[in-house]
């Protein structure tokens, strides 16, 4: 086969067939730019098709609640998870186990239900009846090429209405947007909404333990992240009894929680433009200060959730 002569080329293109210097200088030049571009994008391209987003995790809003003698988690935003690909595990310190996927979680239920997507607003009903009231809630998923990712760990106590005091624990905390749907990642500046639910567990209060203060915060409650605490432009409580009946505020009563009543506090958080929180991951937490001594769930007066800005 016969050798390819660069330099022979570069003459026969240029004008009169010359050779001066320059004219086969600038032919090299454009050939040899030209084979550069090539391999160029041909490497971008591979590279491209060989990104790992193994790094990029997973944005999810589980909720726990006890409901009598069953385990309820609620999907409430974010990500979808598998259901093979998602396993829950519950544990006491006895030595009380229950494990098993989300799939299989949902073939346990009664009536039984094949699910093999766990997506925003589905939840999965655990019967809890074989654990010590106080266990651990462990979710993990493997969806991202196989590494687990702990997604959900708390504590939680059976929610057995008993106690001859007020014995109060945050039973919500979420993020929502303007239009009141949970997310799990801000991405721009605007006005977001914080939502908590305090429910009593023990005996009926004598008085309210809440009330609203000048920066639109209550006493008794206390909400910050891992940058500093949250400045609110309003606030909103509302009363419901254990039936989630709205107590109106022209009640006396109003505020006074009984045995399983329900205080929903709404803060308003407009989050400007040059927030100081940095991209990445932060932490929102919402604490009842302790109003009695000996609460039984005094661990879920603290609750922690995460969220992202992009």
């Given at each position: ?13 240029t ?7 320059r ?34 995790g997973?944005?999810?809003d ?10 309820v ?8 998870l598998g ?20 799939s ?74 303007s ?9 721009d ?14 005996s ?41 009946t709205?107590?109106?505020?022209s ?14 506090f ?37 609750v ?6 992009d």
């Open positions: 086969m016969k050798q390819f002569d660069l330099i022979q080329f570069a003459r026969s293109i004008p009169s067939g010359r050779s001066d210097i004219a086969v200088s600038e032919a090299i030049g454009t050939v040899l730019m030209l084979g550069i571009s090539v391999t160029l994008a041909g490497g971008i391209a591979i590279w491209t098709q060989q990104i790992d987003d193994s790094n990029y997973l944005y999810v589980l909720w726990a609640s006890v409901q009598g003698d069953d385990l988690i609620t999907h409430r935003g974010g990500d979808n259901g093979f690909d998602t396993s829950i595990k519950l544990s006491d310190s006895s030595g009380g186990l229950i494990e098993g996927s989300y299989d979680m949902k073939l346990l239920e009664a009536p039984p239900v094949t699910d093999v997507d766990w997506s925003s607003g589905e939840t999965v009903t655990i019967d809890i009846a074989s654990l010590d009231p106080s266990f651990e809630v462990l979710v993990i998923s493997s969806k991202l090429n196989g590494n687990p990712m702990v997604l959900m760990k708390t504590d939680l106590i059976r929610d057995t209405l008993a106690g001859s005091q007020p014995d109060l624990a945050i039973t919500l905390l979420g993020i929502l947007n239009d009141s749907n949970p997310v799990t990642i801000l991405n500046e605007g006005t977001y909404l914080i939502r908590i639910h305090v429910t009593n567990f023990g009926p209060e004598i008085n309210t333990h809440f009330t609203p203060k000048p920066d639109n915060t209550f006493t008794n409650l206390v909400l910050f992240d891992d940058v500093d605490g949250l400045a609110f432009d309003s606030n909103q409580m509302l009363h419901f009894d254990p039936a989630y709205a107590v109106p505020q009640d006396p009563n109003f505020g006074i929680m009984g045995t399983g009543d329900h205080l929903e709404t803060f308003s958080w407009n989050r400007p433009a040059e927030d100081a929180r940095a991209l990445g991951e932060h932490t929102l937490t919402a604490k009842v200060v302790p109003i009695q001594t000996g609460e039984e769930r005094y661990q879920n007066n603290f922690s959730r995460y969220y992202q800005v």
